[in-house]
């Protein structure tokens, strides 16, 4: 295992934060453990002693990236943290309390578009607010203000078929944010998206948790290390399957600056050593190929 973490991605919020001991934590998932029943007899143990805890801090939005390859446990986790499933081993705890099941407090946005292809753009953003019993008018202010924050103005009245996979992904965005979660919970949400979209996409949830007004506790999954280095405060590395957490890791805040870093080649020390914590010293022959997508 690679010695100590390269130092110089610090971020100043992170600096800045009072330290997350002395705060209250969101979230904590303490020795848990997964295993699924197998049609065939057995078990497969998807995760092994995870540990995670997430403070709460007061006033600031906070983006916690989850990275691992493939089959390493990260939809279960989420699964797990939205109430869907429960742990074989350990406990989840939100706010101090076990999860029982799915909440309002968790919004979950998937990999593939979730939006309602009957519903128009203004109804399916509203949809939540309806379910809660928002009296319209009031529910319409919201769901156009987050429209616009989502960057979809004007698309109000379209219907998901009419749009590209971004602007859908927009959408579902835009539908979980409006009922206000504290948690954001997001399973590789851009990765259907061509590149240039999914920069977009990006940027959209680096405004959202760094400086944008409403401050939710997102929890981003991914398999792309330029994604997690970019939109992270901190990046939780996960074992190949069995899942374990094998670090928490700081990351540069999600500016320009990060991105042009990225693309320069400056965060290649941070990438090296993530795949180092996974697939163990790479020699030149055998060097991680440049895409930095971790493999299955
Ligand atoms: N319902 C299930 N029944 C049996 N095994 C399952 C089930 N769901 C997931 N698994 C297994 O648990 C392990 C973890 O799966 P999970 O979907 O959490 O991984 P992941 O990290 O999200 O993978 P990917 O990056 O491919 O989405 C895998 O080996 C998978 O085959
Ligand atoms: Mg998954």
Not at 244 to 258: D, I, S
Request: charged share 20%; net charge negative.
């Amino acid at each position: 295992m690679p010695s100590a973490q390269p130092g110089f991605w610090l971020s100043p919020a992170d600096a800045a934060a009072a330290p997350a001991s002395s705060l209250p934590q969101i979230l904590e998932l303490k020795h848990v453990g997964k295993a699924y029943p197998l049609p065939e007899g057995g078990v497969r143990q998807a995760l092994e002693d995870i540990n995670i805890s997430i403070a709460d801090v007061p006033g600031r939005g906070q983006c916690k990236v989850l990275l691992g390859p493939s089959g390493c446990g990260k939809s279960t986790i989420l699964r797990l943290i939205a109430g869907l499933i429960k742990p074989s081993e350990g406990e989840v705890l939100l706010d101090g309390k076990p999860v029982s099941g799915p909440g309002s407090d968790r919004g979950m946005v998937f990999q593939s578009y979730s939006s309602f292809p009957w519903l128009s753009v203004l109804d399916n953003v509203r949809y939540g607010l309806d379910l809660a019993g928002t009296p319209r008018s009031e529910g319409n202010r919201i769901a156009r203000e987050l429209i616009e924050i989502v960057g979809l103005k004007g698309a109000e009245d379209l219907y998901p078929k009419a749009l590209s996979g971004g602007m859908r992904q927009r959408v579902a965005i835009a539908r979980t944010l409006a009922v206000k979660p504290r948690i954001i919970l997001m399973d590789e949400p851009f990765g259907a998206l061509d590149p240039m979209n999914r920069q977009a996409m990006q940027d959209l949830v680096a405004r959202l948790w760094f400086d944008g007004e409403l401050n939710p506790t997102f929890i981003f999954v991914t398999h792309d290390i330029e994604e997690a280095i970019f939109l992270a405060d901190s990046i939780i590395v996960l074992s190949a399957g069995p899942g374990r957490v094998l670090a928490e890791l700081e990351a540069p805040p999600p500016t320009p600056e990060t991105r042009r870093g990225i693309t320069e080649g400056r965060f290649n020390e941070l990438e090296n050593y993530i795949i180092e914590l996974i697939y163990g010293p790479q020699d030149g022959r055998h060097a991680f190929p440049a895409g930095k997508v971790l493999g299955g």
